[in-house]
């Protein structure tokens, strides 16, 4: 095996390798994650539509559940999408203490 610095020659490669491992890997694992809408943009509708799509397409896959992890200034979004929160938690992050949800939507009554 042979371990190297990574370059942009490689991202073809590597895009390919990430698509096939979420997508072999985490068939039944449903995650949004990193959902931002540019703070111009913001209260526009446009993080809905976004979600709108996303839990479409996890209905078109036979998903049950969509989870996520969630900030503070985020988690209003999600509940009124009809996220439930499971656990808060605190992620730590260049030595400072965030306060997140775990937070899920049954998709399926």
Request: glycine fraction near 4%; hydrophobic fraction near 40%; aromatic fraction near 8%.
């Amino acid at each position: 095996m042979i371990i190297r610095k990574g370059n942009t020659a490689d991202l073809a490669d590597m895009k390919l390798l990430f698509a096939e491992t979420i997508t072999d890997v985490c068939k039944e694992d449903y995650n949004i994650d990193l959902l931002f809408v540019h703070k111009d943009y913001q209260h526009q509708g446009i993080a809905k539509a976004l979600y709108t799509q996303i839990e479409q397409e996890a209905l078109q896959q036979e998903a049950s559940i969509l989870n996520a992890d969630v900030s503070k200034t985020a988690k209003p979004f999600f509940e009124k999408m009809g996220f439930k929160v499971n656990a808060e938690q605190t992620v730590h992050l260049k030595g400072v203490d965030l306060i997140n949800y775990k937070m899920s939507k049954n998709l399926i009554t």
